[in-house]
């Protein structure tokens, strides 16, 4: 089996490309699937989860308090985040982990976020890719997907992205920004996703996964 993970940065298309890629390889994708099946493993409803992802419009308001249930490594604390929060935040972390290892044991499947490329990182099977843009193009990007002002979608933007770097750190001491730790950095400002889920693709050929 080999398992490709995705790590991006907000609004920069990392989603788009990993679906191009499954259509191109014929392999699973799990990227809000995740909410399911972490859900499923924490005892918590999908409706409960997904009232909390980052992708539901009034993600604004939603941050600092859901996004430790629905989407972990996007997670955003704030001056009234209590200890109970974070002891959550650290539950959900192990199911998702045990999320990962279980979707992985099913075969070849590409993995978007969750700090899989983290957790899996000493693996031989795997594929790391990290897809990151302009700050200007994700912005706009993010306005249009949900239908906000610049102010809020630079919000967005920002706390996303070191919610994301946060959880990495903590939860595995490694720098999610660091391109060191990928096999593949891909700019969608100079790349179309489709050209970026093409040459991810040869790249997996050339591994012999294809």
Known sequence: MA????????????SDVAKLLADRLGWPVVDNEFVDRVAKQAGLSPQEVQAREERVPGLIERLSRALAVSSPEVFVA?????????AKEDELVRVTEAVI?????EGNVILVGRGAQAYLGQRDDTLHV???GSRETRV?????RLGITRAEAE????KIDEGRK???KTHYNRRWDDPNNYHLVFNTDVFTYEQVAEMIAQAVNMRGWG
Request: no cysteine; aromatic share 10%; charged share 10%.
């Open 140 to 144: 706009l990007a993010a306005m249009q």
């Open 130 to 132: 990290f897809i990151v």
């Open 166 to 168: 946060r959880y990495v």
């Open 78 to 86: 704030t001056a009234d985040a209590t200890a109970t929060t974070f």
């Open 155 to 158: 919000d967005a933007v920002n």
């Open 101 to 105: 290892i279980q979707t992985v044991q």
């Open 3 to 14: 398992v490709v993970t995705i790590s991006r940065q907000y609004a920069s298309g990392g």
